[in-house]
């Protein structure tokens, strides 16, 4: 319905006379100022808040409760009680002891097995020769397994009245008063030649275990001049460094074959493995 109200006119103070200036004096539903905060408020409309940013928050959130209870639970392995070493077990030992193994990693037990490391063992193992390396494997809740690579002796050499196991690095591994009691080869004569030393003992590393427990003793007038000889007395010609392990596996097939009584053999020479000869 239309508004049949007539709109009142008032002179204002100041005109002119005969000047008339109209003013409503109803309020302006429109453009009053309780008009205008109405308006306002009612054009003012709440958006929800977009799917795929909320979902986002929602998988960080959870990716950053996950990420904290993980943590929490390494920090809790690494220095719980619960996973304390109780029982060290020893694997790889021939020349050595388990037990000796043992007590010298007493010093781990008590401690959390993730605080274990190959190099701390490595470290307590230090002072026995024998040990060439070693590898660590744990065993929830409490049980460390070291696994021992143990340095291989290779051959005797005269030390007094003794005799010295040596590896192929000259290390000394033990000692025997009597040779014939340890099945590898006698070193001797090289007096302070490393070379020489060397150079023998890097043969007789090369050999399997049931040729190197044949030879009887090494000598070498130079690197280039490795000689063998068996317990039988037979010799072997080896030569210089090269090829060493084609030449292990040739004269292993040649001590394998089958002897010829009428064509007996004394020399057996492997300095050229790919055309070896025997005489």
């Known amino acids: ?57 929602t998988v960080l959130t959870a990716l950053a409760i996950v990420v ?35 007590k010298a990693l007493e010093p781990v037990k008590g401690k959390p097995l993730p605080q274990i490391n190959d190099a701390e063992i490595a470290r307590l193992l230090k002072p026995l020769v024998q040990v060439r390396s070693v590898s660590t494997e744990a065993r929830p809740p409490s049980e460390l397994l070291v696994h021992v690579v143990e340095r291989v002796p290779v051959a005797l050499v005269k030390s007094g009245d003794n005799y010295s196991l040596v ?7 033990g000692s025997t008063a009597d040779p014939a ?37 090494a000598s070498a007038s130079s690197p280039d001049a490795v000689e063998l000889k068996l317990t039988d007395g037979k010799i072997v010609v080896w030569g210089n460094a090269d ?26 020479d492997v300095s050229a493995p790919r055309h070896p000869f025997t005489k």
């Not at 590896?167 to 591994?173: E, F, M, S, Y």
């Open 1 to 57: 319905m239309a508004d049949t109200r007539k709109p009142t006119f008032k002179p204002q103070a100041g005109t002119r006379p005969g000047v008339v200036s109209a003013e409503r004096s109803l309020d302006d539903p429109v453009g009053g100022p309780s008009g205008a905060a109405s308006g306002k408020d009612s054009n003012v409309l709440a958006f929800p808040e977009p799917k795929g940013r909320k979902r986002r928050r």
């Open 68 to 102: 904290a209870l993980v943590a929490g639970i390494i920090v809790a392995a690494i220095y719980s009680p619960v996973f304390a070493v109780r029982t060290v077990t020893v694997d790889g030992t021939k020349l050595l002891q388990a037990g000796s193994v043992q």
């Open 167 to 173: 590896d192929v690095d000259g290390v000394q591994l």
């Open 181 to 217: 009691s340890v099945a590898l080869p006698l070193i001797d004569g090289l007096g302070a030649n490393q070379n020489l030393f060397r150079a023998i003992t890097a043969v007789l590393a090369t050999l399997p275990a049931d040729v190197l427990a044949k030879m009887a003793s």
């Open 243 to 268: 090829e060493k392990e084609l030449k292990a596996r040739v004269l292993e097939a040649l001590l394998k074959a089958p002897a010829n009584p009428k064509v007996p053999v004394n020399v057996y």
